[in-house]
């Protein structure tokens, strides 16, 4: 049970939907509890998004070049146009990927 700040919840309201429609909201929900992801969403307080795996692997895999970019401009010393192309190639997939998880927010 979390544990609850201020006032305590002793109210409830009850409402009843269709499996579906049961099902829909738990398949939205970015809380392991239906009830508090619901309660969040209708005062208008901000939930904690689920991270999409595959967004994070993305970044990942980003961040994995980039290293290897840092690694090889500190073991140079230098910042040559190579370097500087793998900068600009990781930043434009940086962009694709966030790019495209914004596309796919809105179509949700």
Known sequence: MPIIKGDKRDQSIKIRVTQAEKDRLNELKTQSELAAWMRNVALRKKPIKRADPNLVRAIGRIGSNLNQVA??????????ANILSSINRIETLLIGVINEYKGDAHDS
């Open 71 to 80: 690694k090889y401009a500190n073991s140079n010393k230098q910042l040559d």
